[in-house]
């Protein structure tokens, strides 16, 4: 046959698709064994049946009643209405990369994992981070903890870190978590509010749960509140073990630390990310990868024995417990590199499942009751978010290295064992795999003893001596921030009884944070604090590493400069100002009164990335403002330009101006201009303008 039959034509949409869409290149990490073909293909059902009209339903002609046979029309509809799995019940809201791991340090004297036995070993790795309490269509800037959920494909298995931004939890015993998780989701009578811990159920539930106000020190500063997931640190939390081939073993606590440096916004500015681009942290990801700019954290461990167990202050397995890495220094052991944007959302970030207890040979649990809960929860979990017991047949859940089992059947078994023998013993010739006590996960033998009770350890009842430390581990800016913090979310309770709870805890941690949240609610005086279960421990020293001010960047690199421009500027100081940017390894988007953009004075057009009402500078790390002498006049008509230039100032960002911008800082209500303020003439200013940016903030504004 020399020319194709009719229906073999691709239809209109598949052509059209195929002359906009760009693919991503692949990695072959993803859902390879699921890849349709798509590029100038027929569209086909879903049994690859080609389809000659995607626009009509069967009918009994042209006006007339639609008919039950349309297999098509069925089959799309029906697949349609299954599209979605329940989300989340915690963690719904997340946004996942891939990338490699690779070992820096190899420890073969702490763990016989095998990945870490030889510096340079490499293996693939899928990171999922996430809100914590909103639903999955919330917005990225809520107050909240955020997951940091790392997958690593080695060569015994797959190892799941499961992971916070925070090093510390609310709750000692996984008993108390669909508490916590209930009071801090939407009330459950009128199902708001979302994604927020700014209401009356939350500080309730907290003010009657002292172990909480460790980790509450934490949420209320700007760890809440990230820049994006590239500038955040990542921590596993509980004490793990890591056992070596001669099965002694040592406690084990896991860091991400982000080469990017630490960086959070400002609540004022979380507030207006979340309307002006709710996306805020998945595009910023996502964007960064694209751009070549791959985001990486160095994993570092905390390593100590049963004699520092012994002799340290508060109860190793407790989780609302950190030990400052002054006491146990972080080693560093490895890095975790995110090169590679998913193909597919759903297939990869959605159905990516995380379990706690997929540990690899080399590395345990211990009797953590928090990791203990948590061990049985994830598992079970994913069976109904999954569907069935299969979800390890999804690529981005199947091991990378061979596997071999007698597990069978099931909802949506991809792939069952070959052959006769799916029981062990057997006796059959090719009877399938079998267990190796030399290589095989042999649990830590610990010795354990005790009376079946429900109770706790001594140790967990201090609940303030860490809290203070974090408080004290602080710049001053920031206890502001983790005041104001706290005003804030109290001042959303509405019922004073609660207020009032929670500030009698703060004395606990530090008399004039207590004072100022009662000031700032407006309290008469301050509620007697609550009695301490337990003394508290005196001398705690300030850990530098709490504060993200004090671990800050100290350049440029991966932020993001907004220039606000307008006809009629000086197109080489624009270029100058860009080169700046770029040679700092950061990245620059061009603000104008219209998506058209504008043209300088030399007439060159320079398109735009955001029309100014889209673009407001709390997307910015750093702003620059260029006008003419028209140009700003035309600005100063418009309130979201007034509205870039005010806010960029009272969120102490470093800020340029250029040709007749004051003018548009004056209109805004900013008269006085600081050394957070540069003025741009020349090549050179716009270098010493990016240098100072590196500091992100200019504090001293207050
Ligand atoms: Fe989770 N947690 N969690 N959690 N968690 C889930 O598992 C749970 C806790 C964390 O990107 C769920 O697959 C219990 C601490 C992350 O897919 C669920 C307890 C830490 C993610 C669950 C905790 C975490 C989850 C919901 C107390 C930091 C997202 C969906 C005993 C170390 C993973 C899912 C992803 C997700 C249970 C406490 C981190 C229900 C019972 C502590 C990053 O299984």
Request: aromatic share 10%.
């Amino acid at each position: 046959m020399s020319e194709k039959s009719p229906q073999f034509r691709p239809s209109i949409e598949t052509q059209k698709s195929n002359e906009t869409t760009e693919r991503p290149e692949k990695t072959g990490q993803g859902g390879e064994t699921h890849q349709q073909s798509s590029d100038g293909a027929c569209l086909t059902t879903a049994q690859g049946v080609p389809v000659s009209d995607n626009q009509n339903t069967l009918k009994a002609g042209p006006r007339g009643p639609a008919l039950l046979e349309d297999f098509h029309f069925r089959e799309k509809m029906f697949h349609f209405d299954h599209e979605r799995i329940p989300e989340r019940v915690v963690h719904a809201r997340g946004y996942g990369a891939r990338g490699y791991f690779e070992t820096t340090d190899a420890i073969p004297e702490l763990t016989s994992a095998h990945l870490l036995q030889e510096k340079g070993r490499k293996v693939p790795a899928f990171v999922r981070f996430s809100t914590v309490a909103g639903n999955k269509g919330s917005m990225d800037l809520a107050r909240d903890a955020r997951g940091f959920a790392v997958k690593l494909y080695t060569e015994e298995g797959n190892w799941d870190i499961v992971g916070n931004n925070i090093p510390v939890f609310f709750i000692q015993d996984a008993m108390k978590f669909p508490d916590l998780v209930h009071s801090v989701k939407e009330a459950p009578d009128r199902a708001f509010p979302q994604a927020q811990s700014a209401h009356d159920n939350f500080w309730d539930f907290i003010s009657l749960m002292p172990e909480a106000m460790h980790m509450v020190m934490w949420t209320m500063s700007d760890r809440g509140i990230p820049r994006s997931f590239r500038f955040m640190e990542g921590f596993g939390v509980h004490t793990f073990r890591f056992v070596n081939a001669e099965g002694e073993s040592h406690f084990v606590k896991f860091h991400w630390k982000p080469k990017q440096g630490l960086q959070s916004v400002l609540w004022d500015e979380a507030v207006k990310i979340n309307g002006a681009d709710p996306d805020f942290h998945r595009r910023d990801l996502w964007g960064a990868i694209q751009a070549g700019d791959f985001p990486e954290w160095e994993l570092g461990v905390q390593v100590f024995d049963d004699a520092f167990a012994d002799t340290f202050d508060f109860d190793v397995l407790d989780a609302t417990k950190l030990i400052p890495e002054e006491d146990v220094p972080v080693r560093i052991i490895g890095r975790l590199v995110l090169d590679s944007v998913v193909d597919n959302f759903f297939a990869e970030t959605e159905q990516v499942a995380f379990c706690t207890q997929n540990i690899v040979p080399g590395v345990d649990f211990t009797n953590d009751p928090l990791l203990q809960g948590r061990n049985f929860s994830y598992l079970d979990t994913q069976i109904k978010r999954l569907g069935g017991p299969n979800f390890t047949h999804i690529p981005v859940n199947a091991p990378k290295c061979p596997f071999a089992h007698f597990q069978q059947d099931g909802h949506m078994a991809m792939h069952n064992p070959a052959g006769r023998a799916n029981y062990e013993p057997n006796s059959w010739k090719d009877g399938g795999p079998r267990a190796d006590p030399e290589s095989g996960f042999t649990s830590f033998p610990e010795a354990v003893e005790g009376e079946k009770r429900k109770v706790r350890a001594e140790l967990f009842a201090d609940h303030y001596s860490q809290a203070r430390q974090f408080y004290q581990s602080q710049t001053e800016v920031e206890q502001g921030h983790i005041a104001d913090a706290l005003i804030f979310e109290l001042s959303k309770c509405e019922v004073l009884d609660i207020r009032e709870r929670v500030v009698a805890h703060l004395p606990n941690i530090d008399p004039d944070l207590a004072q100022m949240v009662a000031d700032g609610l407006g309290f008469d005086k301050l509620p007697k604090a609550h009695t301490p279960r337990r003394d508290m421990v005196e001398g705690l020293k300030p850990s530098d590493a709490l504060s993200i001010l004090k671990n800050g960047p100290d350049n440029f690199k991966g932020r993001k400069l907004g220039i606000l421009v307008t006809d009629g500027i000086d197109g080489d100081l624009l270029a100058s100002l860009r080169d700046a940017v770029k040679d700092a390894g950061g990245m620059v988007e061009i603000v104008a009164p219209t998506i058209g953009g504008i043209k300088t004075s030399d007439g060159k057009r320079v398109p735009a990335d955001q029309k100014v009402d889209g673009g407001p500078s709390v997307l910015y790390d750093a702003v620059a403002v260029m006008t003419s002498a028209d140009g700003v006049e035309k600005l100063k008509s418009m309130h979201p330009a007034k509205g870039f230039a005010a806010d960029a100032f009272a969120h102490a960002k470093f800020i340029a101006l250029a040709g007749e911008a004051e003018k548009l800082f004056h209109a805004a209500g900013v008269d006085d201009f600081d050394d957070g303020v540069f003025r741009l003439e020349g090549k050179d200013d716009c270098a010493d303008f990016i240098e100072a940016c590196g500091k992100m903030r200019f504090w001293q504004r207050g």
